[in-house]
């Protein structure tokens, strides 16, 4: 949507400004009419002076409604309050009044921002990548994100892995006026736990709730398609899908790593046209480096590849496609959330020395049952959860790092301790769903989920955030979210209403993906081992460390699989961005100069069309066509837009010559002189019409017109007949002279 009118409201004058506002996915919102309506004569002192936008739009849902926006600071959440719940999107308005900057993003986080300061300049834009172009930007290293990534197994917002630029966080918007950044938060995800909800209550409204954002999201003006794997979140989207397109991808390693035959069966079932593909291992390999390409940021979750490929399988059928992302945020569906249940006897019977003391034992065991539950359940919530991932603590990353001092302990992190805090009256599975709204659903699941289907062309949706699907899931009672039964106990009740039952109530897997079984492979083993060998991971790294994890795995005594690929996947997407030495990747072409030197060639054919017309019309007005002072003047005009060029300005100093000595002194139009020396320029063979008798300009019988060698002179230029704005003869100049020469001066100023 671009909105180019916005009235301008003070106690003594009215007038109009100019913004624009540009969403980068307005998924839901369309521009049912551009209305810009009155304003308030009486508006009050107290309110003082007011910028304002005003639009009708139409939800996917067929409500309509009036935007109105507010551009002075107080009222500008206003604005958000009022936007429809299923929308995703990113977007900025520019006050050319005082010279600031509007961005916000949308509630969720699903649509990404990313900005930096150089000097007074902002830079912004969705993909980092889009930033580093820019030739004011220094690209630098950002040493804090690695940190986090080694942790979280992602950037954690709002650094990135670029010193200086950062995310815009989810439910914010950020104001840039004088060289300075402004960031506010507009909506927050709180959790408000109703305990007198029934379960019957609670599976109602999810259901209602749900069907209607899933068909608010199916409204498009193309075909809508949908992910789907074996779990009950996208199978849940697809039983929307009657008659329409789902798509799935598994591995040729087995069963366990792949789910296309579930998937295929519950096509039957619902009745949907299923499209699958069948990633052998060497495309998941040939496609790292792509992917993180792709990715702007290194990101360690090996389902983003599975998800780039699901994405192309999708884009050749459909250009919008729903999936199921979300859900186990909102719902409680992660597996780790049975954590504070399962932990809760042995954290009260056991004192926090002795869990300690045991921790340290449980870490020199081998790879055991229960080592593992030992571990984890030793501390309270706040030291030892940072997220659905858990890659390197603290001593692991001193060991680990060739700059120890680079290390931090990730409970400590600010953004984990603010979102905490935040959460603090709430029971410890709402605390984790907290933190993973905010942390790990933005970092890992909703970035994957857009750059990957973004490098496919294709518009993916997310029917779970919707802000009335949250409305509903946060007022679940804990108990209704995970118990002894299941995770996602309501949604899975509401989701059985239109499954069958095993689908339904099938155990959360993920997407699975089998690095733990490649790295046990010799091929790609070394292909691995090589990496950590490298320069950039001994740049990094205590390269033997890593080697020593690599040969363990291999060897089958410890699984580091995971450990591993954090590792592998930063150095690939180093080498990427820094060294720019991996040959894999096929880059998109950056055409910048190209489309500089494009608008330079437009702008000076611009120039030169107005010079033409310009000395035509003079020419034409005046009844002297002879004055030869007169005449020179006129060609000088149009030299000057020539300037540039020394061998069109060297042509024109000939011409110049030639046109003031042969001005004809009859007093015959412009036009009747053309179609004169049209006539004498003619030669016919009346003997063989087949014939044709071509006269060169440089033969000492030939004298050609001026104007005709004007027009020849001008298309010599480097504009091609591909920009579709070449001058054809100066009679057209001539005949649109007054509109294109007013439209000429606008675009060149």
């Known amino acids: 949507l671009e ?57 996917e849902r067929g409500e309509e409604r009036t935007l109105r926006f507010f551009i002075n600071k107080r009222q500008q959440k206003n604005f958000f309050y009022n936007l429809p719940p299923s929308i995703m999107f990113g977007f900025a308005i520019y006050n050319t009044k005082d010279k600031s900057l509007f961005i916000a993003r949308d509630f969720f986080g699903i649509k990404p921002m990313h900005y930096t300061v150089v000097g007074k300049d902002l830079i912004y834009a969705s993909e980092i990548k889009s930033i580093l172009e820019h030739p004011k930007y220094e690209k630098k290293f950002n040493t804090k994100a690695l940190d986090s990534y080694l942790s979280f197994q992602y950037a954690v917002p709002p650094e990135t892995f670029f010193e200086g630029v950062y995310c815009l966080l989810p439910g914010h918007y950020m104001t840039f006026e004088n060289g300075e950044v402004e960031t506010i938060r507009y909506w927050e995800a709180k959790f408000k736990p109703d305990d007198k909800l029934s379960e019957e209550e609670a599976v109602d409204k999810i259901e209602r709730v749900f069907e209607d954002s899933v068909n608010a999201h199916k409204i498009a003006d193309v075909e809508v398609g949908c992910f789907l794997s074996s779990g009950v979140d996208s199978s849940y989207v697809s039983t929307y899908f009657a008659d329409q397109k789902t798509f799935t991808v598994g591995f040729d390693f087995g069963q366990k790593y792949n789910e296309i035959s579930w998937a295929s069966n519950l096509s039957k079932e619902i009745g949907v046209e299923h499209h699958t593909h069948l990633i052998s291992s060497e495309e998941f390999w040939d496609a790292v480096p792509t992917v993180q390409y792709h990715m702007d940021q290194p990101l360690a979750d090996p389902s983003c590849i599975a998800l780039y490929f699901v994405s192309r399988l999708a884009s050749e059928y459909v250009k919008v496609v729903l999936s199921g992302e979300g859900a186990d945020e909102l719902f409680g569906g992660y597996t780790c959330y049975n954590d504070p249940r399962v932990f809760k006897i042995y954290q009260k019977i056991v004192p926090y020395a002795i869990r300690k003391a045991l921790c340290k034992l449980a870490k020199k065991l081998p790879d055991i049952k229960g080592r593992d539950y030992i571990i984890r359940a030793t501390h309270p919530l706040e030291k030892r959860y940072i997220g659905n991932a858990f890659m390197y603590d603290y001593e692991q990353k001193r060991e680990l790092l060739r700059d120890p001092s680079i290390a931090s302990e990730p409970q400590k992190l600010k953004a984990v301790r603010r979102i905490y805090n935040r959460a603090r009256r709430h029971d410890d599975v709402t605390k984790m769903q907290t933190l993973d709204i905010n942390l790990w659903m933005v970092g890992d699941i909703l970035l994957k989920a857009d750059r990957m289907s973004m490098a496919n062309s294709l518009e993916l949706r997310v029917p779970f955030l919707d802000k009335e699907v949250f409305k509903v899931a946060s007022t679940l009672p804990t108990k209704m979210r ?210 044709e008798h071509i006269i060169e300009e440089n033969s000492d019988d030939y004298e050609a017109d001026p104007a005709e060698e004007l027009i020849d002179i001008t298309q010599q230029s480097e504009i091609t007949d591909d920009d579709g704005i070449i001058l054809d003869n100066v009679i057209d100049s001539i005949i649109s002279d007054v509109d294109d020469l007013r439209d000429l001066k606008d675009d060149d100023e």
């Open 3 to 59: 909105f180019r009118r916005v009235l301008f409201r003070s106690r003594f004058f009215f007038f109009f400004s100019s913004f624009s506002l540009s969403f980068f996915s307005g998924k839901n919102v369309r521009n049912k009419q551009r209305k810009f309506v009155g304003f308030n004569s009486d508006p009050s002192p107290a309110e003082g002076t007011e910028i304002w936008m005003e639009v009708d739009l139409r939800s």
């Open 482 to 691: 995970v118990n002894k039964y299941n995770t996602k106990y309501a949604m899975r009740r509401a989701a059985q209403r239109h499954l069958p039952q095993e689908t339904a109530e099938k155990e959360k897997l993920g997407f699975p993906v089998p690095t733990r079984e490649w790295l046990k492979d010799e091929r790609y083993y070394n292909i691995v081992k090589e990496a950590f060998e490298s320069e950039t991971a001994q740049k990094f790294f205590n390269s033997d460390i890593l080697v020593a994890w690599l040969d363990e795995h291999y060897a089958q005594r410890e699984d580091n699989s995971r450990k591993i690929w954090t590792i592998y996947i930063f150095i690939v997407w180093y080498n990427i961005y820094f060294n720019e030495n991996e040959e894999r990747v096929t880059k998109p072409q950056n055409h910048l100069v190209e489309l500089k030197a494009k608008a330079e060639a437009q702008r000076k054919l611009a120039k030169q069309k107005a010079a033409i017309a310009k000395v035509q019309a003079e020419l034409a007005s005046q009844e002297g066509l002879g004055d030869d002072g007169y005449a020179a003047n006129a060609i000088d005009n149009v030299e000057e837009a020539f300037d540039d060029d020394d061998k069109i300005a060297s042509k024109f100093q000939n011409l110049q010559e030639r046109v003031v000595g042969s001005l004809p002194n009859e007093t015959l139009t412009p036009l009747q002189q053309a179609e004169q020396a049209a006539m004498e320029m003619e030669v016919e063979d009346d003997d063989d019409e087949n014939d």
